[in-house]
């Protein structure tokens, strides 16, 4: 495996950690390693275990750039993959380390609301990890609830890329943080169907608004001045859920174009 | 900032890489590092953004272990954490790097269907960025909706952990991969509320199982054997989706016990 020499090394290191004055030879051979800096990298392993990692405020320029990162990187990973790496990529140039070493593409699969499953829109995964890197677990899901209360009660998407895939018409409100719904209704409005041209520059859309709603936010907790303004709605409701039960239960509910529905037929008898 | 120092000396390192023979005095001040070792902490760092990460079988008593280990990490950060971490821990121990390094916190915003908003069940989010990290973003993916499809077809859970919180006597097959079904339905036949002791068990054994589910997969795929057997639902139903509409739509939902529903007193009246 291609991290076998760096795993012998770092476990060379370790061992050296405890001894003073001790140079350990590496195993790439040639390189000298002193107490002191193998200790210094047993603590940053141990940092970069730790969130939150460092940060550095975003300016107004770099968070339209993130939104034109995440706009064009839909086409390359989705939706989750996207929404993160606007923010990844431009603390990799403005912080460094961890970011630099960090796998962007470890949610992938959270795109299509999960591996297309129609659940939470991976949009919401992405910048949930975003703020979880940035401002730790905690602050970091406070964060991402407000993400999610803004996803969900906005007509989105908003964002306008410098490099457009295709045109679109639409903006609609979800009512729900559910890649089924949210897609769903979106594309009712817009007269298309799933993997349509329109549907895919929406979603890309999407993962700018809410990739640069995230560091808006952040910025704003960097500044000390985040104040978590709605509460989990597990909270108020006594069980994981949004608070509109009716956007699933009952007659409003987006039809499927496949075999488990005729959807984008539905849309001249005004479904 | 604590990372100040190991990004100052990564900076060093970086530079010095692309200089023959040249020993640059690290900000640690008494470190030398040799041309050799800085090419390859610079591949290193390119490697560890780059899934998949190495990986080692696990035998069937580490994976009982990484089950014991979720459950009681469920207690400490809830589903998602609970199921990536399960997997996580034993890796540290197998592999050491990078996953020594990785922040097993960055998906703890996942529980509750996301930041309690009842979508995609957290141990799915979880079980697939550790799919991920092992098998890459595609694979990865691929196992998730293996591990999905598990997950809402079987009687869950399964896991009896070496440390039980509470006794809890029922198994219920959520039909769905929404926390919200899943664990609506679950409380209803166990007849129990959201936060009661044997709610909170049953969601550390689901923990469990799917970080088991998840490993066994990788296992399989470790060996070359690794085959999925169902499509992601949206190349079927046109739409991000589940396949049984029905679970959202229609008289068989879940009550909520709270403002927003009367769930536990409609035990009685048979809903």
């Known amino acids: 495996m291609e991290f076998d020499d760096e795993i012998s090394r770092r476990n060379l290191i370790k061992g050296a950690a405890g001894v003073i004055g001790v140079a350990a030879l590496t195993a790439g051979g040639l390189g000298f390693i002193s107490k002191a800096e193998a200790a210094k990298k047993t603590s940053a392993q141990k940092s970069s275990a730790t969130l939150p990692w460092p940060y550095k405020k975003f300016t107004a320029a770099e968070i339209k750039e993130a939104g034109n990162i995440a706009h064009d990187n839909w086409f390359k990973g989705f939706c989750s993959y996207a929404t993160l790496s606007g923010m990844v990529e431009i603390l990799r140039r403005k912080v460094g380390e961890p970011y630099t070493s960090f796998p962007m593409e470890l949610t992938t699969f959270a795109h299509g609301g999960t591996a297309g ?155």
Chains 1, 2 share one sequence.
């Open 117 to 271: 499953w129609g659940g939470t829109c991976g949009t919401l995964i992405g910048g949930g990890v975003a703020a979880s890197l940035v401002a730790g677990p905690k602050i970091g899901e406070e964060i991402n609830n407000e993400v999610i209360s803004y996803y969900a009660t906005t007509a989105l998407p908003i964002f306008v890329p410098d490099h457009p895939k295709a045109q679109i018409k639409s903006q609609n409100t979800s009512d729900s943080p559910l890649c089924h719904l949210s897609v769903g209704k979106w594309m009712k409005k817009e007269g298309v169907g799933f993997l349509s041209p329109q549907q895919m520059e929406r979603c890309a859309r999407l993962s700018a608004d809410m990739s640069m709603k995230t560091i808006e936010l952040l910025n704003l907790w960097a500044d000390g001045k985040f104040k978590p303004t709605t509460k989990a709605p597990f909270m108020a409701n006594q069980i994981p859920s949004q608070n509109d039960c009716t956007e699933c239960h009952g007659s409003n509910i987006p039809q499927t174009s496949g075999p488990f529905g005729t959807g984008l037929s539905l849309l001249e008898k005004g479904h």
